[in-house]
């Protein structure tokens, strides 16, 4: 009898691996990102009395109201990708770096890259949070 293993979790569980320092945590700031510009930015301009801006963002990009019109979906997608990156980048935290010098330093180097790129989704996901879910309540409520 032969096991077949899936290469996603043979990558997933290997702390060195590509997979947890560079990808998820750039797939979290892509979807934080899109959280930022697809309801944000819009609630933003508004809030500022930016009518017109609005206006001509959306004439500019029209599949941008489709998107907004699903912000809690869009929203909990990225909360979810980063909530696994976070997960991944926790528990590779003490993972051990190659013997090699440069490896080494080449190792802590992405670590350091990916926590900064992680800590910047989360920020941009809040921003988008804020203005997206609070800021009209806050300042028209």
Request: proline share 5%; net charge positive.
């Amino acid at each position: 009898m032969r096991v077949i293993t899936w290469k996603v979790f043979t990558v997933s569980s290997n702390p060195n691996s590509l997979w947890q320092h560079t990808v998820m945590p750039t797939l979290s700031l892509f979807t934080s990102m899109g959280t930022l510009i697809c309801c944000a930015l819009p609630a933003l301009l508004v809030t500022l009395g930016m009518g017109a801006a609005l206006a001509g963002f959306v004439g500019a990009v029209p599949w941008i109201t489709a998107i907004s019109d699903q912000k809690a979906y869009v929203f909990a997608g990225a909360g979810i990708m980063l909530a696994l990156s976070t997960l991944m980048q926790w528990r590779a935290r003490n993972a051990p770096c190659p013997v090699d010098p440069l490896k080494a330093k080449a190792c802590m180097r992405l670590r350091k890259a990916s926590w900064a790129i992680l800590i910047f989704s989360i920020v941009v996901y809040l921003i988008g949070f804020f203005f997206a879910f609070l800021a009209a309540d806050i300042f028209y409520g």
